[in-house]
């Protein structure tokens, strides 16, 4: 057959249109997958981005092209090569796992900004660039400076002789030079410049300048606290997870391995031993950290031993300097890639190592237009390169212990501090009886005794709180009203600042002044309930007004470079006392703290989510794990009106495996993961009565698809039912929950719902979660 023609998916936000489609290839036109296109699609034949998928092979052409309809042709190639074999490998993968468009997918696949849709390709920021000037030739200025006479040839020597000898702008190559700083040379003018280039004497050509996202940190020194990550020697423990790891990194065949280590057992060391390998056997390495908070610390840890080696990717980057990072990734001039869970999508070639640490945080799941799991991204990528998937943490993911006990993941325990650092003392503060006695302090006193001891010895403490601002909401003693957000159902906290106070949703970000009287009845009984991040610093400032007392929140983290600045400013003891939310919980070793105190423990015992006893087991194991992580001795404090809770007494003895078993025991039995997969299916409408309608057809749809073609799908749904919060931004909410087991069957049977619901939904929004971060 003489036609050429290719499978496409175009790029639209219409999941019922994501599909393939034949197109033909115009004749000599080089089109191959991963091309996108430009294309008339629909009845109007509206020009239309798309993805070259695949070529059709002549039968099936043949088939294509006798249909009923006259196929239409590729009209341009819009972006040549955007996707290798690998990454359009990746897209598939991820329209099938996440039940996305072609679009969404493509756009985290892209460069940074990049809009791959119908409108335009490249939208990224523009690359930096700076004008040089090179001297060309003596030979040719001589021959310019003989056709000239006095005081012309003398300014056209000055600048020749600059040139020729040398001085403050020259370098030993007499060229490179910065056309700008060659101008602010006295003398010299864009004129005289000018004429030296037409007389080809000086080029002038433009290079591409890189910016660097490490630039404002600041270099580790030789005697800089990560130094010891580059000369102190492993432990028989570490030695012999290394050997391990070392061997399945060698191996072609792709493998998963589950580093299992106490808090400051040293699973980093092990990771940068493996790296080392990795780096010398030309392979490519991806390392993600949970929070851009740990980025800093990772970094200088990393460059300390690899230098200019490694890229750093996260969304606090400018589009510039993302750009920079990704062009020089993409190059192969940095072989590793440090980030968050989207530098997981970076254009890293090679790879043999992917390293997620802290793996358990859910932070790796994305709860934007794609839900994808980095850890699942991360799957794909090492099982199609053949590398090494690493998951490093001392609370693993339930799914992901159950993995390794099951022989599908390599199990490596660490179950000792490195060095001189022991597991730190845990004490379990009943704090009932105290806060009776002065229901106002939010520090007991135990806590308290504890803070001034250390605070006489010189040594640092991290104070945790699970909310940030003042009061958690205000509420009226007469009518019993609380505050709410006007666009949200949930109330509004209080919040102090400099320029005074004010109340804030945490949602919408709706503002308001703190009222005098009761907005319900008018009263001027308001009081102030709950606590938060604002009302503990300023309870620290005038209980213990000589220390200094430094916040770590999502308020004082709004600048670029925050995060690390209060960091690397608390590492270096500028401060005595730390108090912030879960950003001060993970990962972060801070040498000088030897007292950990959690303000109060109950906010995230009791919850209906099935993740929450999990959940709040892996943060307070975390958080008591930043003690005590040099030679001085460490302790850990939980304030609590629960003292007996299983989850606390195990998260202080550091026990994981027993709460394992007692955990794994309980979801086996209510059949949660990992033992189904979870679905959750939310529907979105600004029209209270039209999500109720939606929530209808949707679930006639579910009904009637399970009593015909998949009767023999095998699922329990519960919903539809209020999401919480029920409204968010005058948007009201509906979920409906599916447990099943991921299959090609279960798969077709929710792409079905998706479609056939889209074509009645109207204006109710519908978006679906594969293993959610709560239900």
Same mark, same amino acid.
């Given at each position: 057959m003489d036609r050429k023609i290719c499978g496409v998916h175009v790029f639209t936000q219409i999941y019922s249109l994501d599909r393939e489609y034949s197109y033909l290839i115009p004749e000599g036109a080089e089109i191959v997958p991963g091309d996108i296109v430009s294309l008339p699609f629909g009845p109007s034949d509206r020009s239309t981005r798309a993805v070259v998928t695949r070529i059709l092979t002549d039968e099936e052409a043949a088939k294509a092209d006798s249909g009923e309809f006259e196929l239409k042709s590729i009209t341009a190639v819009a972006y040549k090569n955007a996707f290798d074999e690998s990454r359009l490998e990746l897209l598939r993968y991820m329209t099938e796992r996440y039940f996305t468009t072609y679009l969404e997918a493509s756009r985290l696949l892209l460069p940074p900004g990049s809009d791959p849709d119908a409108r335009g390709i490249a939208r990224k920021s523009a690359a930096a660039s700076e004008k040089y000037v090179r001297f060309v030739s003596e030979e040719n200025a001589s021959s310019f400076l003989d056709s000239l006479k006095g005081a012309r040839r003398d300014k056209y020597n000055d600048v020749v002789s600059l040139f020729l000898s040398g001085g403050e702008f020259f370098s030993e190559r007499r060229g490179d030079i910065s056309l700008s700083d060659l101008k602010n040379v006295p003398g010299v003018t864009p004129a005289l410049i000018k004429r030296l280039c037409e007389e080809h004497v000086l080029e002038i050509s433009e290079k591409r300048e890189f910016r660097d996202p490490f630039a404002r940190m600041t270099v580790p020194g030789e005697n800089d606290a990560y130094s010891s990550f580059r000369t102190e020697e492993l432990n028989d423990e570490q030695s012999a997870a290394l050997s391990k790891l070392s061997a399945l990194l060698s191996d072609p065949s792709p493998h998963c391995a589950l580093l299992f280590g106490v808090t400051g057992s040293g699973k980093t060391r092990v990771m940068l031993r493996l790296i080392d390998e990795a780096i010398s056997s030309g392979k490519n390495v991806i390392m993600l950290v949970p929070e851009i908070a740990l980025t800093g610390q990772a970094m200088r840890i990393l460059i300390s031993r690899y230098g200019e080696k490694v890229a750093v990717l996260h969304s606090a980057l400018s589009d510039g300097e993302r750009n920079d990072e990704w062009d020089r990734i993409s190059s192969g001039e940095k072989s590793i890639i440090l980030g968050t869970r989207s530098a997981i999508f970076a254009p890293c070639k090679n790879v043999g190592l992917v390293i997620i640490d802290e793996e358990q945080d859910q932070s790796y799941k994305s709860d934007s237009h794609v839900r994808y799991h980095a850890r699942d991204i991360a799957k794909f990528i090492c099982a199609r390169s053949g590398a090494l998937l690493l998951l490093a943490s001392a609370t693993p993911d339930l799914d992901s212990f159950y993995r390794a006990l099951s022989g599908k993941y390599e199990l490596l325990k660490l179950r000792k501090r490195y060095g001189d650092g022991g597991i730190p003392d845990v004490v379990i503060s009943d704090v009932r009886n105290d806060f009776r006695d002065d229901p106002g302090s939010l520090i007991g006193r135990e806590l308290s005794e504890r803070i001034s001891r250390a605070l006489e010895k010189n040594e640092q403490i991290i104070l945790f709180v699970n909310r940030r601002g003042y009061n958690r909401f205000i509420i009226c003693r007469s009518c019993s009203e609380v505050i709410m957000c006007p666009n949200c159902s949930v109330s509004l906290t209080y919040h102090v600042s400099p320029s005074g106070s004010f109340l804030q949703c945490h949602y919408c970000g709706y503002r308001s002044e703190v009222p005098s009287k009761c907005p319900s009845c008018g009263s001027d009984h308001l009081y102030n309930m709950g606590f938060g991040t604002q009302q503990v610093e300023k309870q620290l400032s005038d209980k213990y007004p000589a220390a200094r007392v430094m916040r770590l929140d999502a308020d004082t983290v709004t600048k670029k470079d925050s995060h690390d600045k209060i960091l690397n400013a608390f590492k270096n003891h500028k401060a005595d006392i730390l108090v912030g939310t879960q950003m001060v919980a993970k990962g972060h070793d801070f040498p000088g703290v030897t007292l950990v105190g959690v303000i109060l423990a109950d906010g995230s015992l009791y919850s209906s989510d099935y993740k929450a006893k999990e959940q709040s087991f892996s943060l307070f194991t975390q958080v008591i794990g930043r003690a005590g992580r040099s030679s001085k001795r460490g302790t850990a404090l939980i304030q609590t009106f629960s003292p007996y809770n299983e989850a606390l007494n195990l998260a202080a003895s550091q026990d994981y495996e027993r709460f394992y078993d007692s955990e794994i025991a309980l979801r086996k039995a209510l059949l949660f993961p990992p033992f189904c997969d979870i679905c959750v299916m939310e529907l979105?409408?600004?029209?209270?009565?039209?999500?109720?309608?939606?929530?209808?057809?949707?679930?006639?749809?579910?009904?009637?698809?399970?009593? #015909?073609?998949?009767?023999?799908?095998?699922?329990?749904?519960? #919903?539809?039912?209020?999401?919480?919060?029920?409204?968010?931004?005058?948007?009201?909410?509906?979920?409906?929950?599916?447990?099943?087991?991921?299959?090609?069957?279960?798969?077709?049977?929710?792409?079905?719902?998706?479609?056939?619901?889209?074509?009645?939904?109207?204006?109710?929004?519908?978006?679906?979660?594969?293993?959610?971060?709560n239900v």
């Open positions: 979105k409408d600004e029209n209270e009565e039209r999500l109720n309608e939606s929530s209808e057809k949707l679930m006639k749809i579910i009904s009637d698809l399970l009593s #015909g073609e998949f009767k023999e799908t095998k699922i329990i749904l519960y #919903g539809p039912f209020e999401a919480m919060p029920y409204k968010i931004n005058n948007i009201y909410r509906k979920k409906c929950v599916v447990k099943f087991r991921f299959s090609s069957g279960s798969s077709r049977f929710l792409k079905e719902i998706i479609s056939e619901f889209r074509k009645v939904s109207g204006k109710t929004l519908f978006s679906v979660d594969i293993n959610p971060k």
